[in-house]
């Protein structure tokens, strides 16, 4: 926990919070654990809970942490994610009255439109979920466990942003909106103005002030937004600046408050965690010109001498494609250049491709083959996947462009898990998710899996024919032999093979 970190601050704006399940749990553990009770105050069984989480993302071993926050998720996946039966009649009948609008006549929401309508809200609330625990549980993250948990439950309460009344909805039993969307820049505004009122600073502004005293995350989150403006196009044009360095152990104010009301998404304008980072190492900055003042377009934050981060201003924080050669050029002077080498070709490439698209160029096979991610993913510079990829694949007709750069037939590409086990299958576009099998028996694996093949549940190898390519992680976690089992090819992610008792048969 953090110097002067606020440790009565869940206790009073949660009073239920030390007798809920999840705590006196957390408090039987730690009683098992250490031999001696936990003092059955409700600050130290908030603090029993709060190390325990602690534990879940930041374990002694990390190999543990993916198992345990993996379980993590389902748990909260059962508590927050909605159940088919709790979506409301009013959702299905919104969807027909859309497709009216379309041209689309008067539909039918029949039972299997009806399931692949479900699938798509629960898939969207769990991955937004997701994005929430991966972040706040990450390095990235260097907030108090308080504040974790603080904007944790309150974005379970938070549906979707209305831009008009600059206020987050209200999230209910039958709400099909995945939960809010994470802003990093706003996220840390709201810690560091938390914590200073904590400590009875002034707030910055009379509104501000008044909304600190409420500790309602969904309004301070929403002002929060609402104070930090994105630079406009017009002003990300220009490519005309400069970089400055903001040196290892140096104050930390002139940083943060540079980066102020650019809606840039870094974390770094907070000024926690601009202190936390210029602790770590040096931190660069290129700011172009506007009539407005400086505007940040890309940050490189370095740690133990070298690059740890490079960050831009477009979506997810991805370098904008008019920055990449900035980017490119200062990366070369410092260490630590190297991994992001495959980052910055991997940009170039798909900004050459969606340019093709623009111009509606043909679009070569080996283009194909980098789009569908077939012989590795594409590596960006933000968080997550660029939005890019998406776009460009939406517009596409997927089963024949695969069945094209495989030479096969479409009706051996496949999209779903029914699909991908009938047989004769040559590539599996995306994950094949078979965690509930216990036994291979009767299983017919495509030819190549372009992402993770989960398989955790199997105990025996006998009769598994593995595909020969799988482009992420390959799950065989509850295996305790290989023997006459034929690994895959090529692996593009991690083999998990936690159970083995012997490595007798294994071939790497």
């Not at 704006?13 to 001696?36: H, I, M, N």
């Not at 009122?197 to 002030?209: F, I, L, P, V």
């Not at 093949?453 to 105990?459: E, I, K």
Request: overall charge negative.
């Amino acid at each position: 926990m953090r110097e002067g970190e606020p440790k009565e601050f869940l206790e009073e704006k949660y009073p239920d919070l030390q007798k809920s399940k999840e705590v006196a749990s957390a408090v039987r553990r730690q009683d098992r654990r250490t031999g001696e009770k936990v003092v059955q105050q409700p600050k130290e069984r908030i603090e029993a809970y709060l190390d325990r989480l602690e534990e879940v993302f930041n374990p002694d071993n990390p190999d543990k942490r993916e198992r345990r926050v993996s379980i993590l998720k389902d748990k909260l996946h059962d508590l927050f994610v909605i159940k088919p039966e709790d979506i409301p009649v009013s959702y299905f009948n919104h969807q027909r009255q859309i497709a009216r609008e379309q041209g689309h006549g008067d539909i039918e929401i029949t039972p299997e439109l009806r399931q692949q309508l479900a699938e798509t809200i629960i898939s969207d609330q769990s991955q937004s979920l997701d994005a929430w625990i991966d972040y706040l549980g990450s390095e990235d993250a260097p907030y108090p466990n308080w504040l974790k948990y603080f904007a944790f439950r309150s974005i379970t309460k938070l549906s979707a942003y209305d831009k008009e009344k600059k206020e987050f909805k209200k999230r209910s039993k039958g709400t099909t909106a995945p939960f809010p969307d994470i802003n990093r820049e706003a996220l840390s505004y709201v810690l560091d103005a938390l914590e200073k009122s904590r400590r009875k600073e002034g707030a910055t502004d009379s509104e501000w002030g008044k909304l600190l005293k409420t500790a309602n995350f969904g309004k301070l989150y929403s002002h929060a937004i609402e104070t930090i403006t994105p630079a406009s196009q017009e002003e990300r044009e220009t490519i005309r600046g400069e970089w400055v360095l903001f040196k290892k152990g140096t104050d930390p104010k002139p940083l943060y408050e540079s980066l102020q009301g650019h809606g840039t998404g870094w974390c770094t304008a907070g000024e926690g965690v601009a202190r936390t980072q210029l602790q770590a190492g040096d931190f660069y900055v290129f700011y172009t010109k506007s009539k407005k003042g400086n505007i940040p377009r890309v940050a490189i934050r370095m740690q133990e001498g070298e690059i740890a981060e490079v960050r831009g201003i477009s979506a997810d924080q991805n370098l904008e494609p008019v920055m990449a050669d900035v980017a490119k050029e200062k990366m070369k002077e410092l260490p630590g250049s190297e991994k992001y080498e495959k980052k910055e070709k991997d940009m170039r490439r798909l900004t050459a491709i969606e340019r093709k698209c623009k111009l509606t160029e043909e679009i070569t096979k080996e283009d194909l083959r980098f789009l569908y991610e077939v012989d590795g993913k594409i590596e960006g510079f933000g968080y997550q996947e660029d939005p890019r990829i998406a776009e460009l694949l939406d517009q596409r007709d997927k089963r024949k462009d695969l069945a094209y750069v495989f030479d096969t037939d479409p009706s051996k590409i496949s999209f779903t898990e029914e699909e991908a086990l009938k047989g004769g299958i040559v590539f599996h576009c995306g994950d094949l998710s078979l965690g509930n099998l216990t036994s291979a028996e009767g299983l017919k694996l495509p030819e190549t899996i372009g992402r993770d093949l989960d398989l955790r549940s199997l105990v025996s190898a006998e009769g598994l024919k593995l595909p020969e390519t799988v482009g992420g992680n390959l799950w065989l976690s509850n295996l305790t032999s290989v023997e006459g089992l034929k690994l895959p090819e090529t692996v593009g992610g991690h083999l998990i093979l936690r159970s083995l008792v012997s490595a007798e048969g294994l071939k790497l």
